[in-house]
């Protein structure tokens, strides 16, 4: 596997060394099936990585590993990369008892608030590709039993991945400013089965790099209050969600944050803000190992 440096490469520093040291006790990098990933060390059956934009074979401004269909990479380099992520996540992260072939499933996202099972979603015929734009979800939930051989696969390039993990089952949100505020976590605890006691913030849009208007900055202090908005024009997703997160009863010490800024790191991480609309997508899959 040949790993492709960026020539907005900002750091020699490797990847497990940006991750923030409060944070590393949970999430470690990994090499799976010659694929760096950083993978979540969750409770019980829950499994969780995140993938960077290295080891893929898109080209130019989707090198490498792009997941997404829904820009304008090749569909055939998109699926080979695809390949890659289920290979990965079958040669070292599932139970050696699966016999099923991993799916994944990867929902159409539009920065709204609907959260729905991964199986559910998956029975409807969506979200196996060339995904449809008329059944929009931001966030699916993984149960044990109910989605087996099923992986949720949400794509990313700024906005906020969020896993929630209960006891019985946990949630991958696509969480967008708009869906931040708009409430995608709060919808995502109500479409689990008991209350997420974990989460996991994944790389994405930092608040040294989330400028916006004063109308946003003001939603957001009138809801978060005032400590996500930083020197008057800069929000602070990673705190909004955070506070969203406390109030499902995440304690904050369970609440794990790499401080991943995609816009920073955008050698690892594509980066909608800092690259423009023609870029990629990196993800974050979730799935269970078989009991
Ligand atoms: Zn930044």
């Known amino acids: 596997v040949t790993f492709v440096r960026h020539d907005g490469a900002l750091s020699e520093v490797p990847l497990a060394g940006r991750i923030d040291p409060a944070a590393r006790a949970r999430l470690r990098v990994c090499e799976w099936a010659g694929l760096e990933v950083i993978e979540a060390r ?4 829950f499994r969780v990585m995140f ?13 490498s590993l792009n997941l997404s269909y829904r820009v304008d990479d090749d569909p055939k380099l998109v699926a080979d990369n695809r390949a890659w992520v289920a290979a990965a996540v079958d040669s070292r992260g599932r139970d050696i008892a699966s016999q099923q072939p991993l799916r994944l499933i990867s929902p159409t996202q539009v920065h709204g608030v609907r959260v729905v099972g991964a199986a559910e979603y998956a029975a409807a015929g969506k979200g196996d590709g060339c995904d449809s734009i008329e059944d929009p979800c931001d966030g699916l939930v993984i149960h044990p039993l109910l989605d087996q051989g099923l992986a949720a696969l949400l794509l990313f390039a700024d906005c906020v991945p969020l896993v929630l993990v209960g006891e019985v089952d946990m949630a991958v949100v696509h969480g967008g400013w708009r869906g931040i505020l708009d409430g995608i976590v709060r919808q995502a605890g109500r479409a689990m089965t008991g209350p997420p006691g974990l989460a996991i913030i994944g790389p994405s849009l930092g608040p040294c790099c989330f400028t916006v208007g004063r109308e946003v900055a003001g939603a957001f202090a009138d809801r978060f209050g005032t400590h996500v908005v930083v020197e008057e024009e800069r929000v602070d997703l990673w705190a909004a969600a955070s506070v969203a997160l406390e109030e499902l009863g995440v304690r904050r010490g369970q609440i794990v944050n790499p401080r991943l800024c995609t816009a920073c790191n955008r050698d690892l991480f594509y980066s909608y803000r800092a690259e423009g609309p023609t870029t990629g997508r990196h993800g974050c899959v979730a ?4 009991a």
């Open 51 to 63: 993938t960077t934009r290295q080891g893929g074979v898109s080209a130019g401004p989707y090198a």
């Open 42 to 45: 969750l409770p019980g059956p």
């Open 287 to 290: 799935w269970t190992a078989a």
